[in-house]
């Protein structure tokens, strides 16, 4: 537990969904981005922390994924459009695919995504869950 804690402190761009946002012409991206592609020097890009709101753009349902992720098969795995305006693509958690539609609202969760080796080390990230 202090494993994790320390390292929210130390890498919070893992646990706070940031982004960045042109000056110039207001383009959001994401990951982050050093420059933006269309004014280049005349922009300046600023970051931004993500609401985590966002809706389904499009989605594919997995049957047959691989090794490690056969125990939660079949899952979703979406691309985002954030309220902001950037995409993201991430897995739809607690969800097999049944209910999911384009433009359902979802919100961002950070959950476990591997256990590591007899350390027992574990990875967290975002994943998103519909808002229904
Ligand atoms: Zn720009």
């Known amino acids: 537990m202090k494993d994790i804690v320390r390292g929210w402190r130390h890498i919070p761009q893992r646990y706070n969904l940031m ?3 042109c000056t110039h012409c207001g383009e959001v991206f994401f990951p982050k981005r050093v420059i933006c592609p269309e004014c280049r020097r005349k922009g300046k890009l600023e970051d931004i922390k993500f609401s985590g709101n966002g ?7 997995i049957h047959t994924p691989t090794e490690e992720f056969k125990i939660i098969s079949p899952y ?6 954030l309220e ?6 991430s897995q739809i958690v607690d969800n097999k695919g049944e209910d999911v539609q ?3 609202e979802v919100e961002l969760v950070f959950r476990k995504i591997k256990e ?8 967290y990230g975002y994943k ?4 229904k």
């Not at 590591?116 to 574990?122: A, L, N, P």
């Open 19 to 21: 982004g960045s946002k």
């Open 102 to 104: 384009i433009g359902d």
């Open 84 to 89: 902001e305006g950037a995409k993201i693509t």
């Open 128 to 131: 998103f869950k519909l808002k």
């Open 76 to 81: 979703v795995v979406a691309i985002i459009e």
């Open 116 to 123: 590591e080796g007899d350390e027992g080390v574990i990875s």
């Open 55 to 61: 809706k389904i753009h499009s989605y594919s349902i």
